[in-house]
């Protein structure tokens, strides 16, 4: 079974339209991590975000932020006035103890201007 | 400081041919992963080293692959006897821990675009 799960493989938008990237995961730790990381056309991999499962605040970082909420094993990212430079392969993961990360199968956004 | 370096940055090579991937981790991270993405494709999870303990294998997609991490720090993915469908980038990740158990972010090479013929 998928661990991490981002059902949206591809969204376009229109320049300054807020957009969220879904992402749902699934673990039997009561301690985790999760991440979001960026891929741009150049194709390295960015670090966006890691959160621990014990913290549910939602996090804002500019134009950026994050809902995570244990009740529905979510960890979604929305993205506010999307800008071109956006444009990118999302990819959110999980991190178990001891364990490998699980990334989800992204999402290709694409932001039109 | 310096981040995770591979190389080369690009192979082409002949269906058949064995191939060594190199990957220089961030220096003090005990972790390190190696990843393969085909094109337009997600994250496909080979194989990772943690600290000393024995490497976790579970997805190598053939007896082909193998990999070895000299003295906790650079690694080596081989794949021998190449196939077509082995083209792709081929990622390479290192991580600190947390708190003794749980790893960091993970750092991401630039990776190494492999092609066969």
């Known amino acids: 079974a998928q661990k991490v799960t981002q059902a949206q493989t591809e969204i376009s938008v229109v320049e300054k339209e807020d957009v969220t990237l879904d992402c749902v995961y699934e673990?039997?730790?009561?301690?985790?991590?999760l991440f979001w990381y960026k891929q741009p056309p150049s194709g390295e991999l960015v670090f966006l975000i890691r959160?621990?499962?014990?913290?549910?605040q939602n996090e804002i970082s500019g134009r950026y932020s994050w809902n995570f909420q244990k009740s529905t094993s979510s960890f979604n990212f929305t993205i506010t006035a999307s800008q071109v430079v956006d444009s990118a392969v999302y990819f959110c993961a999980l991190s178990e103890a001891g364990n490998q990360f699980y990334f989800g199968t992204g999402t290709s956004l694409t932001v039109i201007p | 400081g310096a981040g995770v370096s591979q190389s080369p940055s690009n192979k082409v090579t002949e269906k058949g041919k064995d191939v060594e991937l190199r990957c220089d981790p961030i220096s003090g991270h005990t972790a390190l992963y190696w990843y393969r993405q085909s094109l337009g494709q997600g994250l496909e999870f080979l194989i990772y080293f943690q600290g000393n303990s024995a490497p976790d294998k579970s997805g190598l997609p053939s007896d082909r692959f193998s990999a070895e991490r000299t003295g906790g720090s650079v690694s080596t993915l081989t794949i021998q006897r190449t196939q077509q469908e082995d083209s792709a980038v081929y990622l390479c990740a290192s991580s600190s821990l947390s708190g003794g158990l749980y790893y960091n972010e993970q750092f991401f090479g630039p990776g190494t675009r492999l092609t066969v013929l």
């Open positions: 959160r621990n499962s014990f913290d549910e």
């Open positions: 673990t039997r730790d009561t301690t985790y991590y």
